[in-house]
C-alpha cells in the first residue's frame, strides 16, 4: 500500500444525544482526508438499524435482505481498511458499535486492517 491513498470506513460506536463520537470521528476523518485518503463514515444513528434481527449472511435468500444492508457491506467489502470510533462504555464494547457491526459476516471484514478510536467522558461530567 505505501503511499497510496486508502480507501477506508469509520464506524461510529454511538447513537446517544449530544455523543462525542461525532466529534471524534469528524476529526479523524479530517486526518486521514489530509493525507490523500478517502473515507466513509458509517453513523449507526443515520442507518437506524436498531437491534440486529438477522445479519446479512443469515438471510437464505439475500434478496428479501433490506437494501441498506446490502448497501453498507459493499462499502465494508471495497474498503481496504476500518477506523472504529468507540466510547468507554461501562467497561465493554457500546451496543450501537456491536449492533451496526454485526450485521454483516466476518468474512466482510477480514484480511484488512483496523484501528480503534476511543474516548471518555471522564468520571465527571459538565451538565
Given at each position: 500500500?505505501?503511499?497510496?491513498?486508502?480507501n477506508l470506513?469509520i464506524?461510529?460506536?454511538?447513537?446517544?444525544?449530544?455523543?462525542?463520537?461525532?466529534?471524534?470521528?469528524?476529526?479523524?476523518?479530517?486526518?486521514?482526508?489530509?493525507?490523500?485518503?478517502?473515507?466513509?463514515?458509517?453513523?449507526?444513528?443515520?442507518?437506524?438499524?436498531g437491534?440486529?434481527?438477522?445479519?446479512?449472511?443469515?438471510?437464505?435468500?439475500?434478496?428479501a435482505?433490506?437494501?441498506?444492508?446490502?448497501?453498507i457491506?459493499k462499502?465494508i467489502l471495497?474498503?481496504?481498511?476500518?477506523?472504529?470510533?468507540?466510547p468507554?462504555?461501562?467497561?465493554?464494547?457500546?451496543?450501537?458499535l456491536?449492533?451496526?457491526?454485526?450485521?454483516?459476516?466476518?468474512?466482510?471484514y477480514?484480511y484488512?486492517?483496523?484501528?480503534?478510536?476511543?474516548?471518555?467522558m471522564?468520571?465527571?461530567?459538565?451538565?
Amino acid at each position: 500500500m505505501g503511499d497510496s491513498p486508502l480507501n477506508l470506513l469509520i464506524f461510529l460506536g454511538s447513537v446517544r444525544e449530544h455523543r462525542m463520537a461525532t466529534r471524534v470521528g469528524r476529526y479523524m476523518q479530517n486526518l486521514l482526508e489530509k493525507r490523500g485518503h478517502t473515507v466513509t463514515l458509517v453513523d449507526p444513528r443515520e442507518h437506524n438499524l436498531g437491534e440486529v434481527q438477522q445479519p446479512l449472511h443469515f438471510y437464505a435468500d439475500p434478496t428479501a435482505a433490506p437494501a441498506i444492508l446490502h448497501k453498507i457491506n459493499k462499502q465494508i467489502l471495497e474498503a481496504d481498511g476500518f477506523v472504529i470510533v468507540s466510547p468507554e462504555y461501562n467497561s465493554g464494547m457500546a451496543p450501537a458499535l456491536a449492533s451496526i457491526m454485526d450485521n454483516f459476516s466476518p468474512q466482510s471484514y477480514a484480511y484488512r486492517p483496523a484501528a480503534i478510536v476511543t474516548y471518555s467522558m471522564g468520571t465527571k461530567q459538565n451538565t
